[in-house]
C-alpha cells in the first residue's frame, strides 16, 4: 500500500507527487446549486492550484521553500473554507457522491499493527459528514438541513453493517466513497466502499440506516417532503447499494440475547469524550462497548471481520452500561451436520467453520436492564505475518 513519512514536508512533497494537490487534468467538475425540482449546473471558474500551507521548522517564519529555495508565504485561494481546500475529498463528477483519502494514523492503529474497527468507523462518519458540508449541509449538526435546523430535528443511527476484508496499516492510504439515498418514509441510508488507493483493491463495505429525531423531545419523527426534497437533489438517480445480493449479510435479523450469556462485562461507563454534538454518546462508541466482552483468546488468535449493530435506545452521560457476549451457532456448522448424516465429506466446511467465530451481542443499561443496542460480529483467523 502506498505510505507516507510521518513528516509534515515530507508527506506534503509526496502528496504533491501524488498530484493530489496539482491541477486536475479532466475538465472541472461543475458546481451544483439546489432546486427544489432538481439539481442546477453551472460552469466552474478558473481557480488557482490549492497548495498547503507548512510551518517552516528550521526556526524561520511559517511558509514553503520555492524552487530557488527562498522560503515564501503560501497565499491559498478557491472557493470553501481553508479545511475544505486542504482535505482530500471532493464529490465526484456527477456530484451523487464522495471520495476522500485517509492517511492511517499510528494512533489508529491497535495491537495488530493495522487499523481499528473503532478507526475505521470513525472515518465513515467523517467522510459522510465532509460529504454533507460539501454539499452545503449544516456543520453544527451531523448533516442537518436548513428545513431541520429550523425544527431542532437531527439524524441518529438505527443500523450499522461494516465488512473488512483487509485492515490497512500505519501510513496506509484509503479512499472511501459515500453516497446516500433515501429510506423509506422514515428515514434514510448511507453506503461506503473502501479502496487501498495504491492498489485500487475493495478492502471493505460498509451500510447504514438513520432516522430522525427532535432533539428537545428526543422521539423519532417522519421524514417530511421538505426535507427529503432538500438532500435526494444529492442522491444518485437509481438504487446503489454498496452490499447488492439479496441474501447479503447486512440485511440479517440479530436476535436478542437473552441472558445468562457467556461472557458479560459490567458497569460500562460513558466518558465525557464519548458524547458528541448531539448531546449523546457517538455511536461508534458503542463498538468498542460490544467488543469488551469478546473473550481474550478470541482477541488473540482472530480478527474482526464484519460488525452488525442495531440501535435500539440512546445512552447518556450519566448511564451505566453491561456487555453481554455469547457464541452464535453458525449456519456453516449446520451444513456440517447435515452432511455427516448422509455420509457426505464435511472436512472442507470444517475447515473453515473452525477457523471462523460468530458471536451475538447486547448491550444494556445496568439499572434496569433496558437494551441499548443489539450487535453480531463474525471473526476470522488472523492471517500469519
Given at each position: ?8 514536508v ?32 453551472s460552469s466552474?471558474?478558473?481557480k488557482?492550484?490549492?497548495?498547503a500551507?507548512v510551518?517552516?521548522w528550521?526556526g ?5 521553500a ?5 522560503t ?25 457522491s464522495y ?13 495488530n499493527k ?10 465513515l462518519q ?5 460529504h454533507?458540508q ?11 438541513t ?6 431542532h ?11 473488512i ?11 472511501i ?42 422521539r ?25 445480493g ?8 440479530i ?6 450469556a457467556?461472557?458479560l ?5 460513558p466518558?465525557?469524550?464519548d ?7 457517538n455511536?461508534?462508541?458503542y ?26 435506545r440512546?445512552?447518556?452521560h450519566?448511564d ?16 456440517i ?7 457426505g ?21 445496568s ?6 443496542n ?10 500469519s505475518?
Open positions: 500500500m502506498l505510505k507516507f513519512s510521518c513528516n509534515a515530507d508527506q506534503i512533497q509526496s502528496l504533491a507527487q501524488c498530484r493530489f494537490f496539482s491541477p486536475p487534468k479532466s475538465k472541472p467538475r461543475p458546481i451544483f446549486s439546489r432546486r427544489r425540482d432538481g439539481v442546477s449546473f466552474p471558474t478558473t488557482t492550484p490549492v497548495q500551507v510551518s517552516d528550521s524561520g517564519g511559517g511558509g514553503v520555492g524552487a530557488e529555495g527562498v515564501n508565504r503560501v497565499e491559498t485561494t478557491g472557493l470553501g473554507s481553508l479545511a475544505d481546500r486542504l482535505r482530500l475529498g471532493s464529490l465526484t463528477e456527477d456530484g451523487l471520495k476522500e483519502k485517509f492517511i492511517v494514523r499510528c494512533y489508529e492503529v491497535g495491537i493495522t487499523a481499528t474497527v473503532e478507526t475505521i468507523a470513525n472515518l467523517e467522510v459522510g459528514c465532509n454533507a460539501s454539499v452545503g449541509f449544516s456543520t453544527d449538526g451531523f448533516a442537518t436548513t428545513t431541520m435546523r429550523k425544527l430535528l437531527i439524524w441518529v443511527t438505527a443500523r450499522m453493517h461494516i465488512e476484508y483487509k485492515y490497512p496499516a500505519w501510513s496506509d492510504v484509503v479512499e466513497e459515500t453516497w446516500c439515498q433515501s429510506e423509506g418514509r422514515i428515514g434514510t441510508r448511507r453506503d461506503w466502499i473502501l479502496k487501498d488507493y495504491a492498489t485500487g483493491q475493495v478492502i471493505g463495505r460498509a451500510t447504514s440506516k438513520w432516522v430522525m429525531m427532535n432533539q428537545d423531545t428526543r423519532l419523527q417522519k421524514v417530511s417532503d421538505d426535507v427529503r426534497d432538500e438532500y435526494l437533489v444529492f442522491c444518485p438517480r437509481e438504487l446503489r447499494l454498496a452490499f447488492p439479496k441474501n447479503n449479510s447486512s440485511l440479517r435479523k436476535p436478542k440475547l437473552e441472558d445468562p457467556e461472557y462485562r459490567q458497569g460500562l461507563v466518558r465525557r469524550a458524547l458528541d454534538m448531539n448531546q449523546h454518546v455511536n461508534v462508541t463498538i468498542g462497548w460490544v467488543l469488551e466482552s469478546i473473550p481474550q483468546e478470541i482477541i488473540d488468535s482472530h480478527e474482526l471481520q464484519t460488525i452488525t449493530l442495531d440501535y435500539r440512546e445512552c447518556q450519566d451505566l452500561v453491561d456487555s453481554l457476549s455469547s457464541v452464535e451457532p453458525s449456519e456453516e456448522g449446520e451444513a451436520q447435515s452432511l455427516k448424516g448422509t455420509n465429506s464435511a472436512t472442507a466446511i470444517e475447515d473453515k467453520h473452525r477457523d471462523s467465530r460468530q458471536f451475538l451481542h447486547l448491550l444494556r443499561l439499572n434496569d436492564g433496558l437494551e441499548i443489539r450487535g453480531r460480529t463474525e471473526w476470522r483467523k488472523k492471517p505475518r
